[in-house]
């Protein structure tokens, strides 16, 4: 009786090997398929010169300063006595051709941009946040304008080179 019990047991150790084999070779399997899809992958993307194109497309051109000649003067009464703001503006813009296209709007653009400074209250402009919410808007203006009568946004943003309240 002890042969066979002997007998029975070396089968079991067989099942368990084959299972153990049967298990690394899956996670082999899984491995090279991983591996292989990784490279697959890799490479049909290398291959592709389009993204890099768009890249190049992408990349932002230099910036082009135009500053807006004379300064704006506004007239504010505040408490029965006069007050002023003087202000200059920059135009940032990253083409010089469009631009070009967009000074033949500048009556247009500083009639508006004095109507708004006109419009102002002198004690919001007294504060940091009051000054940058008008350079927003003195922005959308310009853009304002500049959609109408080009079509496309000129300028990225108007910058304040001197603000005076006094």
């Given at each position: 009786?002890?042969?066979?019990?002997?007998?029975?047991?070396?089968?079991?150790?067989?099942?368990?090997?084959?299972?153990?084999?049967?298990?690394?070779?899956g996670l082999l399997l899984a491995i090279g398929a991983s591996v292989g899809g990784t490279w697959y992958i890799m490479h049909s993307s290398a291959s592709k010169?389009?993204?890099?194109?768009?890249?190049?497309?992408?990349?932002?051109?230099?910036?082009?300063?135009?500053?807006?000649?004379?300064?704006?003067?506004?007239?504010?009464?505040?408490?029965?006595?006069?007050?002023?703001?003087?202000?200059?503006?920059?135009?940032?813009?990253?083409?010089?051709?469009?631009?070009?296209?967009?000074?033949?709007?500048?009556?247009v653009i500083r009639n508006n941009l004095v109507m708004l400074f006109s419009g102002q209250s002198f004690d919001s402009l007294a504060t940091p946040v009051g000054?940058?919410?008008?350079?927003?808007?003195?922005?959308?203006?310009?853009?304002?304008?500049?959609?109408?009568?080009?079509?496309?946004?000129?300028?990225?943003?108007?910058?304040?080179?001197?603000?005076?309240?006094?």
């Amino acid at each position: 009786m002890a042969k066979s019990d002997d007998a029975a047991t070396p089968p079991a150790g067989k099942g368990k090997l084959k299972l153990i084999l049967l298990i690394v070779l899956g996670l082999l399997l899984a491995i090279g398929a991983s591996v292989g899809g990784t490279w697959y992958i890799m490479h049909s993307s290398a291959s592709k010169p389009a993204p890099a194109a768009e890249a190049a497309t992408n990349v932002k051109q230099p910036a082009i300063f135009e500053q807006m000649l004379p300064a704006f003067v506004a007239n504010y009464n505040q408490n029965g006595r006069q007050r002023y703001l003087q202000v200059s503006i920059t135009l940032l813009a990253r083409n010089q051709a469009d631009l070009d296209a967009l000074k033949v709007h500048m009556p247009v653009i500083r009639n508006n941009l004095v109507m708004l400074f006109s419009g102002q209250s002198f004690d919001s402009l007294a504060t940091p946040v009051g000054q940058e919410m008008l350079r927003q808007k003195v922005t959308a203006s310009v853009q304002e304008v500049a959609q109408k009568e080009l079509g496309k946004v000129v300028v990225e943003q108007a910058l304040f080179t001197n603000f005076v309240l006094q």
